[in-house]
């Protein structure tokens, strides 16, 4: 895969806590209609369509990382170089969690134009994550153990 894939993929990542507590803010807990009869499963679930899609995007890309990372990031050999510097790059987790977790809770998701603009700001976003080194924010990384360092080498290659 390409490395700008692998970079979408890791942004829509960083996300799923947002997709969770959209899904918790968008979900429709009636169960009976304007005249009080009981709702049929079929039709509570066609009410939370974008709750239950959120949760299954969710778990896919859990699933998927998972998986990817099993296969692709294991040790291969042992190159020689030698290390310069090393910087942590999850010191910006408790910004990340401030400056995008915080205002989509505070966003309003009840009309198609609300989602449509939520849509809109969170390709937005996407786009900048893929084409810079925003990918280190990524604390659901954290979630399943993983930091993320940068390793300059003394020939000048991070």
Known sequence: MTQGIIR???FLLAYVPIYLIAALKTIDPTT???CGFKLTSNQIALN???????????FLLIIYFKIYSKLTLKPKGNPLFTIKT???QHKEYISYLGTYILPFVALETKTVFDMIAVTF???TIGFIFSKTKLIYTNPTL???GYDIFEIETEDGKT
């Open 86 to 88: 090393i910087k942590a």
């Open 142 to 144: 954290t979630f399943f």
């Open 48 to 58: 939370n369509v974008i709750p239950i899609l959120l949760v299954i995007v969710s």
């Open 32 to 34: 009976t209609d304007k």
């Open 8 to 10: 979408y993929i890791l």
């Open 121 to 123: 700001m969170f390709l």
